[in-house]
């Protein structure tokens, strides 16, 4: 019989890659703490709980897809959460960008129990969340990599197991790192060459075509060029893995220069009431540094 799967926590990403989970044909229990979001997108066959203990109740693989470590922390081991549910030889899936620290915290609490967890966290955005084409990188053993393995193909592109529980939330900070510097630099050279009297589209264009191409770039082309930043992945979200990469870095003795300012960046951002702008609002801070918005004359 085919396994049971729960997801818990529907907001940008966990809607669509629960959704992409139902299309492929898996019968899904639901919980979100907004219940109508839940309803929302709820199939036949579906099952809206009351509660991540419900979930896990019902459910042999439970995944998890929430803003932040305390939050998981909170649907895992707190109050009517998944530990008070689960079942000897069921597996958690954490998908959301957290602490390694905290997943290897509650991977153990997971294990008291008889069940196992895997961490995942995804790359790719909500575009990459609804095309079902995210980079999944996995840190837990083998076989709960196998086992939860054809879940992760519905849901991405690119499915790496990179080493034992933690590793795959410290290959996400390295990755955070990489996406905010360049974002960051890509604002820098935007606001440069625009105020000098370049068309934006054009410095897009001809860094595009050469060494200083990239990803950031081509996916958050239209946001910058049109200011328009509803999210896609919210700053004060970066702001949070930033964090995660400047604690790890502490943990490890690895110094982190740039990405200390860029944290300091986003808490500006923060600050300022951007939180919940896209990451790319980033050039908004250079523009104010240098009086220059782009597009708007030399
Ligand atoms: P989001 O849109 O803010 O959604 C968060 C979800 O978690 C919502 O369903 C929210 O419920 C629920 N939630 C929040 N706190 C909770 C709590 N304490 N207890 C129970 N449920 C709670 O966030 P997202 O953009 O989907 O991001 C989720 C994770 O994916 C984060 O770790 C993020 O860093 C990571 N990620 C995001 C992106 C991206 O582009 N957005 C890309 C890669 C990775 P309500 O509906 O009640 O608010």
Known sequence: MAEKIGFVGLGIMGRPMAKNLMEAGYELVLYNRTKEKAEEIAADGTTVAGS?????ESCDIVITMLPDSPDVEAVVAGEYGILEGIKEGSLVVDMSTISPVATKELAA??????????????????????????SIMVGGSEEDFERAKPLFEVMGGTVTHVGPVGAGQVVKAANQIVVALTIEAVSEALVLGSKAGVAPE???????GGLAGNKVMEAKREK?????????????LHHKDLG??????????VSLPVTAIVDQMLEELKAKGRGDRDHSALLTLIEEGAQHRIGEGG
């Not at 991540?52 to 896990?56: F, I, K, L, Q, Y």
């Not at 910058?224 to 004060?236: A, N, Q, R, Y």
């Not at 995660?244 to 003795?253: F, P, Q, S, V």
């Open 244 to 253: 995660i990469a400047l604690a790890a870095g502490r943990e490890y003795g």
């Open 52 to 56: 991540p203990r419900e979930v896990a």
């Open 109 to 134: 609490k997971v294990g008291e129990r008889g069940a196992s967890m895997l961490d995942a966290p995804v790359s790719g955005g909500d575009v990459g969340a609804q095309g079902g084409t995210l």
């Open 224 to 236: 910058f060029l049109h200011h328009s930043f509803d999210p896609g992945f919210k700053i004060e």
């Open 202 to 208: 054009k410095i897009l264009d001809v860094l595009d």
